[in-house]
């Protein structure tokens, strides 16, 4: 017995396949797809030239697709906001790439800075708004990919606070 360890390898571990993790071509936990989010974010080069600003109407771009899964690219510009909604069957990611956006759900109002990420299960409600002056970038990875988003009347105590004035925290 080694006085070192009592376990020992004999021969190559890369010949016992059925002991080594295949690596995986794409997302498939929540934590898979924080961290493709966290990538993309960090790689400004995928996305940063496909920013447009519409003053409009919120800009956005499908940035790719994986199996059950879509990635979006969204501007805001100073005002712009998503009204309360929910994702329908969809869970998701949203990351901040570059500005401030407010999250705001029945639950309070929610400052996201760049880096920010928040991960949200079917179902969840909230409205997300640029209340800043200056624009904003944001990712969202939706998976299933979004088929329907919901809108529902602004009766959350963060859209009535807001619309009163008080400041409301989470």
């Known amino acids: 017995m080694n006085s070192d360890s009592d376990l020992q ?3 190559d571990i890369l010949e016992v396949p059925h002991l080594l993790q295949a690596p995986r071509a794409h997302p498939s ?13 960090a790689d400004r080069s995928q996305w940063e030239h496909l920013v447009q600003y519409d003053a409009t109407s919120r800009w956005y771009h499908r940035l790719s697709t994986g199996p059950g899964y879509e ?6 510009v ?3 906001g998503s009204g309360l ?8 990611v ?8 407010t999250e705001r759900t029945e639950r309070g109002t ?19 708004v640029n209340d800043a002056l200056e624009p904003a970038v944001s990712l969202h990875i939706y998976y299933p990919g979004l088929t329907e988003m919901p809108m529902h009347a ?15 925290t989470a």
Request: charged share 15%.
């Open 9 to 11: 390898i004999a021969g």
């Open 29 to 41: 936990t929540v934590a898979d797809f924080v961290g493709l989010a966290r990538s993309i974010a």
């Open 71 to 76: 990635v979006w690219l969204l501007s805001w």
């Open 78 to 80: 100073p005002g712009q």
């Open 85 to 92: 909604h929910d994702h329908g069957r969809s869970s998701g």
């Open 94 to 101: 949203l990351t901040v790439l570059d500005g401030t956006l």
């Open 110 to 128: 929610r400052a996201l800075g760049s880096g920010a990420q928040r991960v949200f299960a079917p179902g969840y409600v909230h409205e997300v």
């Open 154 to 168: 602004t009766n959350c105590a963060a859209s009535q606070a807001n619309e009163a004035g008080d400041a409301v």
